[in-house]
T-cell receptor, first 115, second 108 residues
């Protein structure tokens, strides 16, 4: 299955600043997904990142707050902009390799704390 | 009603016990079903897919009941290393929904 390298693994940021999270996949994938997981909660899909087109955002998430880049088929970034303490969460990127029936592979996650 | 619902637990069981988790889903058009395992402070990892006929992988058995819209996970002969959160995942079309997870503690 695909191997995803996600960075940074954790960060503590001041409110009002921005953080960019990177995910590098060891194989080419059409879609990459960005999730948020708040403490004790399930995963919530933020957006789907497609190479060569704008990301598709889920209800409640907007591009100005969570801009995404997808410059090629192995890399994507998610930026958390103008952060507030409510953005403190774990952010995960994910892919669904074509050779793996159904299953998603996740990056190791970025644990973000906004103070 | 949530799209995917799980008993959050925690389930506290002794080593060697058999434990079962259920998960219900609301969208009857859902097509694919999975169980994921998430260790504390780690990312979720696919445990097994769930097929209509039911499937087994070692000590783990997954079953799907489309009529009642639930899936189950049975763990036999529990090990300490089975302690984790088990996420039910339901996919249909372009939408994938993760359950909030069931927490399992296996104690010596």
């Amino acid at each position: 299955s695909a191997v995803i390298s996600q960075k940074p693994s954790r960060d503590i940021c001041q409110r009002g600043t921005s953080l960019t999270i990177q995910c590098q996949v060891d194989s080419q994938v059409t879609m990459m997904f960005w999730y948020r997981q708040q403490p004790g909660q399930s995963l919530t899909l933020i957006a789907t990142a497609n190479q060569g087109s704008e990301a598709t955002y889920e209800s409640g998430f907007v591009i100005d707050k969570f801009p995404i880049s997808r410059p090629n088929l192995t890399f994507s970034t998610l930026t958390v902009s103008n952060m507030s303490p409510e953005d403190s969460s774990i952010y995960l990127c994910s892919v669904k390799p074509p050779d793996r029936v159904g299953g998603y592979t996740f990056g190791s996650g970025t644990r973000l704390t906004v103070v | 009603r949530k799209e995917v619902e799980q008993d959050p637990g925690p389930f506290n069981v002794p080593e060697g016990a058999t434990v079962a988790f259920n998960c219900t889903y609301s969208n009857s058009a859902s097509q694919s079903f999975f169980w994921y395992r998430q260790d504390c402070r780690k990312e979720p990892k696919l445990l097994m897919s769930v097929y209509s006929s039911g499937n087994e992988d070692g000590r783990f058995t997954a079953q799907l009941n489309r009529a009642s819209q639930y899936i189950s996970l049975l763990i036999r002969d529990s090990k300490l290393s089975d302690s984790a959160t088990y996420l039910c995942v339901v996919s249909g079309g372009f939408k994938t929904i993760f359950g909030a997870g069931t927490r399992l503690f296996v104690k010596a």
